[in-house]
Structure formats: structure tokens, C-alpha cells
């Protein structure tokens, strides 16, 4: 059975960094590439990073691009998402998501993430 | 980046009906288009790829169509497990971006 399994996330001020992690089990994880989406609250999904299986290439949304890093240990089987910099709009369940052909066929169950003075 | 304009905003339907959801893409992406169904509290559930494609374990009653920029998701015979929120998303050009969702409800 596929799981992802999101930890890392909480209440932050604004300016300050977090680091989630994504533990994947069930299938080759080192064999997809793996992104990461969030949902702001009662809002709609927004796609904000991707990593090849290997590494070799990296994408991010504009809105976050030279805060985030994405990451992974394909030896550990996780994908990370470090977020520096963080802003009251990034507020928002962070997914973890497996690609398959033109979807994401499995999905985390979401970390929540609350920037707030 | 390329816009998921999808409609209507919001519908409901009665146990049995068929309703259609519609997105259009800003530019072509061929049949690089996924569904997605989202209840409350819960993680997107992907229903069908590559435009037309049923993913594994989606009921029949769900179908896909389209290509290039305009596309659609009919549901056929409308069950109380139906209601959410649908999104479509494309996968042809990064970011992959996500339509505005359509929430459904039984009437």
C-alpha cells in the first residue's frame, strides 16, 4: 500500500523557517518524481515545487521561489520541503504527491502550517 | 503559466442526474489534464489522467473528455458519496496549475 507521510509542520512567525519531511513507502520512490502542493484555508489548491527522481532538476512556483528548497533522500525514502523567509500567505496544508503520467495518483494526508505573530 | 478556468463555480444535483464540470486551459495542453475529487478535511483524490483515463478504483460513472484547451468531467448518475469539490489540473508545462474547483452537492 502507497503512503505518504507528512511531519514538520506548526505555528511560525513571519521571517521564520521551517523544514517538512514526506516518508513514502509502497512503491519505488526513487523511481518518481515527487512534488509538493498547499491549500490555503477554504481556498484552492496551489502547486508549488517538483524533483526529479534523481535530483538532477528542480521546479518551483514563483511564489515561493528562493524562499523553499525541495529535497529528497532517496536512501530514506523522504522528500523535503525547506521554507525560509515564511510569510501570513504562506499559511496553508502543505501535500506531499507522487507523479503519475498527468496527475498526482497518491497524496499525503497534509501538515499544517500557520505563519502568525 | 497557463489558466484553469473551470465552471460552473458551483452546482447541485439530485441522487441519479448526470452533471458536467468544464475547464479551460488558457493554451493547448493536449491530454495532459488530470480530475480531481476533494471532501472536506481530506487529501485530493485523483480521478482521471491523461484527459480521459479512469484512475484504478474510481467508479464507472465517472468519465473524462477532451483535448487541447477545453475539456470536461461528467458525473452519471449522481450518488450522495459525489459531493466535494473538483479540480482539474494540467501536467503539460510547470507550474502544473490547478483549475478554481467546483463544489457539488445533492440536491
Known amino acids: 500500500e502507497v503512503q505518504l507521510v507528512e511531519s514538520g509542520g506548526g505555528l511560525v512567525k513571519p521571517g521564520s523557517s521551517l523544514k517538512l519531511s514526506c516518508v513514502a513507502s509502497?512503491?519505488?520512490?526513487?523511481?518518481?518524481?515527487m512534488h509538493w502542493i498547499r491549500q490555503a484555508p477554504k481556498k484552492g489548491l496551489e502547486w508549488i515545487a517538483l524533483?526529479?527522481?534523481?535530483?538532477?532538476?528542480?521546479y518551483y512556483a514563483d511564489s515561493v521561489k528562493g524562499r523553499f528548497t525541495i529535497s529528497r533522500d532517496n536512501s530514506e525514502n523522504t522528500l523535503y520541503l525547506e521554507m525560509n523567509s515564511l510569510r501570513s500567505e504562506d499559511t496553508a496544508m502543505y501535500y506531499c504527491?507522487?507523479?503519475?503520467?498527468?496527475?498526482?495518483?497518491?497524496w499525503g494526508q497534509g501538515v499544517m502550517v500557520t505563519v502568525s505573530s | 503559466d497557463i489558466q484553469m478556468t473551470q465552471s460552473p463555480h458551483s452546482l447541485s444535483a439530485s441522487l441519479g442526474e448526470t452533471v458536467s464540470i468544464e475547464c479551460l486551459a488558457s493554451e493547448g495542453i493536449s491530454n495532459y489534464l488530470a480530475w480531481y475529487q476533494q471532501k472536506p478535511g481530506k487529501s485530493p483524490q485523483l480521478l482521471i489522467y491523461?484527459?480521459?483515463s479512469l484512475q484504478d478504483g474510481v467508479p464507472s460513472r465517472f468519465s473524462g473528455s477532451g483535448s487541447g484547451t477545453q475539456f470536461s468531467l461528467k458525473i452519471s448518475n449522481m450518488q450522495p458519496e459525489d459531493e466535494g469539490v473538483y479540480y482539474c489540473?494540467?501536467?503539460?508545462?510547470?507550474?502544473?496549475?490547478f483549475g478554481t474547483g467546483t463544489k457539488l452537492e445533492l440536491k
Open positions: 489540473q494540467q501536467g503539460y508545462k510547470y507550474p502544473n496549475t
Open positions: 509502497g512503491f519505488s520512490f526513487r523511481s518518481y518524481g
Open positions: 504527491a507522487k507523479f503519475y503520467s498527468s496527475g498526482f495518483d497518491y
Open positions: 491523461y484527459a480521459r
Open positions: 524533483i526529479y527522481y534523481d535530483s538532477s532538476d528542480k
